[in-house]
């Protein structure tokens, strides 16, 4: 079966320091990922997708960066973080659900980590 | 630009009622629709959806119903149960080649005894 890690599961990091969220997917080869974010009293908002190794694309300007060095891999940064950069950051990887005719590929989403930038 | 949008931030129903989620989208591109449900200091969890071909998907206490004229769907949970309560999101999505899905901002259900 698959399986989605995440962490860590809480982060309080100063104004200014760096980041580094991990997350690692198991029981698939070659899943789309994701890195979504959950502000206060906001959607989850998608930050980062990649197809494949070194594939990343942005979906918001923001002050993250995102790389995927391993297939199954997918690592959420910052040089210097941001107040606003604080809220709850979810790892998802998708599996296709329907047929031919009419589906979609449904997200499965890691337990989330949360930072608190101070 | 908020595409999907839900409007009622929370909802409050008593145990055995039906809860009714709401999520109204402006694209009229996106031909998949789907909720998740969301527990505190968790992922969201995959619960039901709905293709655009479709009207209506049933999946036991679970019903979620698509009107694409009026680009709204919604989400009926009878009876609801205590467990039900949650957050939950509403998806929808347009690009199969990256499965790039676009939420709303999420309804809290509470389903009080």
């Known amino acids: 079966s698959q399986t989605i890690h995440q962490w860590p599961a809480t982060l309080v990091q100063p104004v200014g320091s760096p980041l580094s969220l991990e997350c690692t997917v198991e029981?698939?080869?070659?899943?789309?990922l994701y890195w979504y974010r959950q502000a206060a009293g906001r959607g989850l908002q998608l930050l980062f997708y990649?197809?494949?190794?070194?594939?990343i694309s942005s979906e918001v300007p923001q002050n993250l960066s995102a790389s995927r060095p391993q297939d199954r891999q997918f690592i959420l940064s910052s040089k210097k973080l941001l107040l606003s950069d604080s809220g709850f950051y979810l790892c998802?990887?998708?599996?296709?659900?329907?047929?031919?005719?009419?589906?979609?590929?449904?997200?499965?989403f890691g337990a989330g980590s949360r930072l608190t930038v101070l | 630009d908020q595409q999907v949008k839900q409007n009622s931030p929370s909802l409050s129903v008593q145990e055995g009622r039906i809860s009714i989620l709401n999520c109204d989208y402006t694209?009229?591109?996106?031909?998949?629709f789907l909720w998740y449900k969301k527990y505190p200091a968790e992922g969201p969890t995959f619960l039901i959806s709905?293709?655009?071909?479709?009207d209506k998907n049933e999946d036991g206490r679970f019903t979620v119903f698509l009107n694409k004229s009026a680009k709204h769907l919604s989400l009926h949970i009878v009876p609801s149960q205590p467990g039900d309560s949650a957050v939950y999101f509403c998806?929808?999505?347009?690009?199969?080649?990256?499965?790039?899905?676009?939420f709303g901002t999420g309804t809290r259900l509470q389903v009080f005894p």
């Open positions: 709905i293709s655009s071909i479709k």
């Open positions: 998806a929808a999505s347009v690009d199969h080649n990256t499965d790039k899905l676009i």
């Open positions: 694209n009229s591109m996106f031909d998949y």
């Open positions: 029981g698939t080869s070659n899943p789309n």
């Open positions: 998802a990887w998708s599996v296709f659900q329907g047929d031919f005719l009419s589906g979609a590929n449904v997200l499965t």
């Open positions: 990649s197809v494949g190794i070194g594939q």
